[in-house]
């Protein structure tokens, strides 16, 4: 064996993929300095050949010990028979119970029929004790028709954050997300869709606004909290709404800093009403019942964010004292700062109890789903989740992408992977409680970035090249059916990208619906897909908040931002916008015939889900977001062209609504 080859041995040893093919289908080979790099971030520092050596000899010996699997996938409410290398004394623990349930001795074991959830089986011998995570799963995540009781349905997605209406402060809230969704039910919507609304920091800066970049999938936003809706969590018995500065809701932008200027002293005379003497003592007992059940968890998010407050949002560069969570929780205690902590925790009630008024009205205007979230593919490397979940997390590497056709650079996205070794040692807790949290409140989720089940490509902080990691896919998606079974709740993954072969049927067969986007499906004519071309199994739109909308599209405004980003020349952008005006020829000579073709052509689908823009529904050129420009574009920042009370009469929303159900849905 070569001192190369001990390298690579063990880089694929802890799951990282010797090769990957690139867009054109060209093959890029892992470098030795990449594997390297991301042995270390895999918690295997090596500094030389020989170490690689003697680490990948002492795994394979601990691999050679055991004398049962660490894991193990086994179908729920069945029993089943394990067997050990030789005989044990063993011990299950069902998820939830403190103590063994069953429990026998030999070379195998009986198992009684487990609940769904992810159990431990404790096999003890001479020599040492072993743990094996049993993870319990149903056949798959429940379908359309399972939750619903509909084969076709459709849906709206929006970005929370550009609500507009006459009552809040300048950016769209829980209430204002109850009011549009209420206003689309009515008209046979089975969904609205939104923006991730993970929490992205207490101490983050306007400049950083993506919901896309949170500092905690686990926990909520509480940007969105609706000011006039307070008093119910004040305590002060108060019945009227809390006096806000509203914003001018013709204005096209969202302007944070404003809004944060009316929310975050509002937010805090509310709080200090809530911390009186005079408080309802019955708001308490509801807020101390939310805390309890949240947990240490929910205590160290909110210990995080009180000290953001004081060093800034990334824990990485705060004071050494700071940067364990059990030490900074002495410290904090001891510097009487609880107060703090308790705020947070405060904000997390508020914003999960109107975020559930939102899901209740959602499914109250009639919607089959109701609200439609999103778990973003990652968190900040020094923000609260990574921080409070040290070992679920690799460092020293970032997720990204491999150059494509729109650049010959690596894409680092700027967020922390989940450790396949870290999440596997803790039984996938750690992303069970994700998707829990985003299940909490949501007839369906979407995954962002759905291939990282499979394998995510992790750029080394080094500066070495990229390569793929392997996930246990298997173990993700058993804990995804577990949890999705438990809370009702539709999974849609969104496999865009380099799909590698038999993903897609991988998802279907576990119970996920696929994410088919007009844009990037169209042939190698051009044209964009006929509605018999589109997958059954799948969520079915014409864009998303990363492309242009439908006018955008067939009128090229995207391609006009390139050209000013200097992204494209104007020879290019001409050639793509006669390729687009070849693809509108029969679709009318008007924005809104371009529109309503394309909604027929959904309507249409052979797609259970049906996904349309509300930035298309009142005819917006503009999109939401452009991938890669921070300066350049008003990113996250355009409101809606229909305010909240606007949306119940909308003509345009009503004929959406009819075109759907002229088909059927």
């Known amino acids: ?19 990957y093919s690139d867009y054109l289908g060209e093959e890029r080979w892992t470098t030795t300095a990449t594997n390297r790099a991301l042995c270390a971030a895999l918690g295997c520092d090596i500094a030389n050949e020989r ?21 193990i996938i086994l179908r729920a409410n069945e029993p089943t028979r394990i067997k050990f290398q030789h005989r044990a004394d063993w011990g299950l623990i069902v998820d939830g119970d403190a103590h063994p ?24 011998t001479n020599n040492a004790e072993q743990t094996v995570w049993l993870l319990a799963a149903p056949p798959s995540a429940p379908s359309l028709l399972e939750l619903s009781g509909s084969a076709k349905v459709w849906g709206v997605t929006a970005a929370l954050y550009g609500f507009r209406s006459s009552r809040n402060a300048g950016l769209g809230d829980y209430r204002d997300l109850a009011e549009m969704a209420s206003a689309l039910g009515r008209n046979g919507a089975a969904f609205l869709g939104i923006n991730p609304v993970h929490a992205i ?98 205590r160290d998010f909110a210990t995080f964010e009180a000290l953001s407050l004081r060093h800034g949002p990334d824990w990485t560069r705060w004071p050494q004292e700071y940067r364990d969570v059990n030490a900074a929780a002495v410290q904090i205690f001891a510097e009487g700062a609880t107060d703090a902590i308790e705020f947070h925790i405060w904000l997390q009630w508020v914003a999960n109890e109107q975020l559930a008024e939102a ?30 979940d040290r070992s679920g997390h690799a460092f020293g590497a970032t997720l990204g992408a491999p150059p494509d ?48 089940l499979g394998r995510s490509f992790w750029v080394p902080d080094d500066g070495s090249p990229g390569a793929y990691v392997r996930y246990p896919i298997d173990s993700l998606l058993a804990v995804i059916a577990i949890e999705a ?10 496999d865009l990208g380099l799909v590698p072969d038999g993903f897609r049927e991988r998802l279907a067969e576990a119970g996920l619906y696929g994410v088919d986007v007009l844009q990037f499906a169209r042939g190698a004519d051009g044209r964009l897909p006929r509605p018999h071309e589109m997958r059954a199994k799948s969520m079915a739109s014409f864009g998303n908040h990363d492309t242009p909308t439908i006018a955008g599209f067939f009128e090229g405004r995207d391609l006009d931002w390139h050209v000013q980003l200097g992204n494209l020349d104007d020879a290019g952008r001409d050639w793509i916008k006669g390729e687009r005006r070849a693809l509108r020829a029969d679709m009318g000579e008007t924005p809104k015939d371009w529109i309503g073709h394309v909604h027929r052509d959904l309507a249409r689908s052979e797609a259970e889900l ?56």
């Open 1 to 19: 064996m070569t001192d190369a080859c001990a390298i690579s041995r063990l880089a694929q040893r802890l799951g990282v993929l010797p090769v």
């Open 51 to 71: 170490e690689a050596s003697e680490r990948l000899a002492a795994l394979e010996e601990q691999d050679a010990a055991r004398i049962i699997p660490a894991q």
């Open 101 to 124: 349930r069953a429990s026998g001795s030999g070379d195998v074991a009986d198992l009684p029929p487990l609940p769904m959830g992810v159990h431990r089986l404790i096999a003890q």
């Open 201 to 298: 920091g207490a101490a983050t800066q306007s400049a950083m606004i993506s919901p896309y970049s949170p500092t905690h999938r686990g926990y909520l936003n509480p940007w969105h909290i609706a000011l006039d809706g307070l008093e119910p969590f004040s305590g002060t018995g108060s019945s009227n709404p809390t006096s806000v500065d509203v914003a001018d809701i013709a204005e096209p932008l969202v302007d944070y800093d404003a809004a944060a200027l009316v929310r975050n002293p509002a937010l805090a005379n509310a709080f200090a009403a809530f911390s009186a003497l005079s408080a309802d003592p019955s708001i308490r007992a509801r807020f101390k019942a939310f805390a309890a059940e949240g947990g240490t968890a929910l």
């Open 359 to 388: 899901q209740g009205a959602a499914r109250g205007s009639g919607m089959a789903l109701g609200l439609y979230l999103d778990l973003a593919v990652g968190a900040i490397p020094g923000g609260a989740e990574t921080w409070t």
């Open 405 to 452: 056709q729109f650049g010959d650079a690596v894409q680092s996205w700027g967020l922390a992977p989940l450790s396949t070794r870290g999440m596997a040692a803790q039984g996938y807790q750690n992303f069970a409680r994700l998707l829990r949290c985003v299940m909490r409140h949501a007839g369906a989720i979407r995954i962002d970035h759905a291939l990282g």
């Open 485 to 494: 079974t438990r809370a009702g709740t539709l999974i849609i993954g969104e």
């Open 610 to 665: 049906v996904s349309v823009q509300l930035d298309d529904i009142t005819g917006e050129i503009e999109q939401q977001n452009i991938p890669g420009v921070v300066d350049g574009h008003p990113n996250w920042r355009r409101r809606a062209g229909v305010t909240t009370e606007e949306a119940p009469v909308s003509a345009a929303i009503e004929n959406v609504g009819a075109a759907m159900r002229d088909e059927g849905r």
